[in-house]
């Protein structure tokens, strides 16, 4: 699996939009991009995934660049309850393949 | 149930006693993940069960871990001899056998080796 690079924490203020910046250089043309996020002492919840084209749904946004080398999650409106741990996950869709977690971002949301 | 259970949600045992952690998937995934989180640190992947293939076990640290999988369903991951290092939250996760599923973590157990 490709390996993902991301900064280890951002800060973000409560009602703005928080953008998470992933980068994948070595993607591979079968490999999709998965956001994941893990508040304290829960266990990882699944946000959204993509491929290719721009995604969304009820919790954020998926831009993934036209090379496919970088991505960015959107949320558009951060909560105090958004504070977590995100992580950026590429992996190989075919079968018999596991999810490699990185160290992920920390985002702070500040009133 | 209608997401990934683990039991039990803590474990304190002595160092050098066998531990059972056990993982009930989502009802139908096919795929059953293992990993590891020790304090203030990532997810460590531990091992992987797919339907009926062997399971990838390149993720397990040394022959005390050992995993099993009876019946596509339930997991049960064992830690023989445990020591302190193996202090940590093991955390199990499935998924359906669609090539681009996401993967549901339960809430994890959290073993102290004292």
């Known amino acids: 699996d490709a390996k993902t690079t991301q900064p280890p924490s951002m800060d973000c203020a409560e009602g703005r939009a928080a953008n998470l910046p992933c980068n994948h250089s070595t993607i591979s043309g079968n490999e999709y991009v998965y956001w994941y996020r893990q508040i304290h002492s829960q266990g990882p919840q699944y946000i959204i995934h993509?491929?290719?084209n721009n995604e969304t749904n009820e919790m954020a946004s998926l831009i993934i660049t036209e090379d496919r080398k970088s991505s960015t999650l959107i949320l558009p409106h951060a909560t105090l309850r958004d504070t977590a741990v995100y992580y950026c996950?590429?992996?190989?869709?075919?079968?018999?393949?596991?999810?490699?977690f990185g160290s992920g971002t920390k985002l702070n949301v500040k009133p | 149930g209608a997401g990934v259970s683990q039991s039990p949600s803590n474990k304190v045992t002595e160092k050098g006693k066998d531990v059972e952690l056990r993982c009930d998937p989502i009802s139908g995934h096919t795929a059953l993940y293992w990993y590891r989180q020790s304090l203030g640190q990532g997810l460590e992947f531990l091992i992987y069960f797919q339907g009926n293939s062997a399971p990838d076990k390149s993720g397990l640290p040394s022959d005390r871990f050992s995993a099993e999988r009876t019946g596509g369903s339930v997991s049960t991951l064992t830690i023989q001899r445990t020591q302190q290092e193996d202090s940590a939250v093991y955390l199990c996760?499935?998924?359906?056998?669609?090539?681009?599923?996401?993967?549901?973590f339960g809430q994890g157990t959290r073993l102290t080796v004292v």
């Open positions: 993509g491929l290719k």
């Open positions: 996760a499935s998924s359906s056998d669609l090539l681009n599923t996401e993967a549901f």
């Open positions: 996950i590429v992996r190989v869709v075919y079968n018999f393949n596991k999810f490699y």
